[in-house]
């Protein structure tokens, strides 16, 4: 069954405890939390004092998608904010594998973003030493957009990648995601999806999430 990782970027920002409880009563095991930084990215989300409540109050594994420049700069701070999982974009890090190295020595499970055109190859010498590929299906920046269809061959691509290394690295789908795309997504090899709209949106969020978990 895929991991579920509701992404809090598509809550009611008035009422986030709500979607934090939510979502502990939910099937999701994870919460995905956005932070932008109006460079790397073209806006500006929520950052660290936000975060420091949301993980008081979660129950499930957080994991931040760092979507900032420099983030060797706040890796500590997100970690004593709360942060379970720290994920990094390949493209803001000139130095990606000592900055994993930096979140795993902190104690946080370490994951790399790539863009959409960033092909599945520039993981190549840094999948052995991570825990997860966010593989962005959406230009990252904003919550509701569409899934890109070419993502499809570069999950078959990684999954193809990981088995023959015999890896255990987590492939995660963020952007886009929907009850009518999300069976082809986990069948060309993903196994974690974030949905924000997909979750926050729907009249039924639990429900939502037990459909996404049970998609097969
Ligand atoms: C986009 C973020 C996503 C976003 C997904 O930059 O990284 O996590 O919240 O939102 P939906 O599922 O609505 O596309
Ligand atoms: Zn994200």
Not at 34 to 62: A, H, W, Y
Not at 82 to 87: C, F, S, T, V, W
Not at 153 to 167: N, Q, S
Request: hydrophobic share 45%; proline share 4%.
């Amino acid at each position: 069954m895929a991991i579920i990782a509701p992404s809090l970027l598509a809550a009611d920002f008035l009422h986030l405890q709500d979607a934090v409880r939510m979502v502990n009563e939910s099937e999701a095991e994870r919460l995905h939390l956005d932070v932008m930084d109006g460079r790397f990215v073209p806006n500006i989300s929520f950052g660290l004092p936000v975060i420091e409540q949301v993980t008081k109050e979660s129950i499930k594994t957080c994991e931040v998608h760092l979507m900032i420049w420099e983030p060797e700069k706040y890796a500590e701070a997100f970690k004593n904010a709360g942060a379970d999982i720290l994920i990094v974009h390949l493209e803001a890090c000139v130095h990606l594998h000592r900055n994993i190295e930096q979140i795993k020595s902190l104690g946080m499970r370490a994951g790399v973003a790539i863009n959409p055109h960033t092909p599945v190859s520039a993981l190549s010498e840094i999948l052995q030493d991570i825990d997860l590929v966010c593989m962005m299906s959406v230009n990252p920046g904003f919550g509701g957009q569409v899934f890109i269809p070419n993502t499809i061959h570069k999950i078959t691509a990684l999954r193809k990648m990981i088995t023959e290394r015999g890896l255990k690295v987590n492939i995660e789908i963020d952007g886009g995601v929907t009850l009518d795309n999300a069976k082809s997504i986990l069948d060309a090899g993903a196994d974690v999806l974030v949905a924000g709209n997909t979750v926050f949106r729907a009249s039924d969020p639990k429900k939502v999430i037990s459909e996404l978990k049970r998609i097969t």
